[in-house]
Each structure stands twice: as structure tokens, then as C-alpha cells.
């Protein structure tokens, strides 16, 4: 199986929830011949092939993993973009600030959970404590770095398709 930096790149924004939410607010915003240009400029914007993105946004197939066995770093960032979907599933209360400013919220409990998934069975609470704070800082690193060198959309990007037009 080939691995080409841009393969890993979509495999990874195709499984993030930036990938996941762009591509539901693209189906949900634009119809037929319109959604078609729309795509074409997401791929060009984010340097994607465009059949790729089609097959996401219209189709919502998701590529398979380049890797036979993901690397940790991958494993860690692919983690996190699970917690944050699950974390944005869940519903906001009818006092809460506007979705944008809630997603900003969402990226440190979303590391914190994954941490927590991550580590193995802990019976001290305060030695968990310290593992877990650890975990943290290493995993902020690694999401933040997977995110640079694949040059990936993080959730900030995200509010920002809902305004253009």
C-alpha cells in the first residue's frame, strides 16, 4: 500500500470532525451544479484531488487507512477527532453561548477524554492525576504538530463555512 504524504493528509481530514462538519454544512448549504463548484474550490483551497473530495461531500465515503497499523502520533490525533465528535454531539443547553463559541471550548476536554481513553487502568487517584497531566501535554503537542506537517483544518476553521457563501 502506498503512502503518499497527500493520502495520509486526506485520510486524516476525512476522519476529523473538521472534515466531517465541512462536509455535512457543504451538503446541507448547497444542491446539484452548485455544490459541485463548491467542492472544486475545497479541493484546490485544501489541496486535495477533486474526485477525493467529491466521493466525501456528495457521496460521504471516507478513504481507507494508508497505514496497515496507524503510528501513534496519527492514533493519538485520530483520538481526538473522535472526542471532539463526540463531544459536539452532545447537546447544548438552551443557556449556552452561540455553537461557535462552544466549539472553541471543545478542543482541551476533547485531548482530556482522549488522554483518559489512552491510558491503562489506574487505581491512585493521584498518580493518575499526574500521568493524566502528562498525557495531556504530550497529546496538545501531537495533535498540534500531526495538524502542521499534514496541514490539516482544525475546528476553529469550521465556523467559517457557515458564513461564506
Request: one cysteine or more; charged letters at 30%.
Amino acid at each position: 500500500m502506498v503512502k503518499s504524504k497527500n493520502s495520509v493528509r486526506f485520510f486524516l481530514f476525512a476522519n476529523s470532525f473538521s472534515g466531517n462538519k465541512i462536509a455535512t454544512i457543504l451538503r446541507q448549504k448547497y444542491k446539484g451544479k452548485k455544490l459541485v463548484k463548491v467542492i472544486k474550490k475545497l479541493s484546490n483551497v485544501l489541496d486535495f484531488e477533486y474526485k477525493q473530495a467529491r466521493d466525501l461531500v456528495l457521496f460521504n465515503i471516507e478513504p481507507d487507512s494508508p497505514y496497515k497499523r496507524l503510528p501513534s502520533s496519527i492514533k493519538i490525533y485520530l483520538e481526538i477527532e473522535s472526542e471532539l465528535s463526540k463531544l459536539s454531539g452532545e447537546k447544548l443547553d438552551q443557556y449556552s453561548t452561540a455553537a461557535e463559541d462552544y466549539q472553541k471550548q471543545l478542543l482541551y476536554p476533547a485531548i482530556e477524554r482522549a488522554c483518559g481513553n489512552l491510558m491503562k487502568d489506574i487505581d491512585c487517584d493521584i498518580e493518575f492525576q499526574k500521568l493524566l497531566e502528562e498525557k495531556f501535554r504530550i497529546a496538545t503537542h501531537v495533535y498540534y504538530k500531526v495538524a502542521y506537517k499534514y496541514r490539516l483544518p482544525t475546528i476553529r476553521v469550521v465556523p467559517f463555512f457557515n458564513t461564506t457563501d
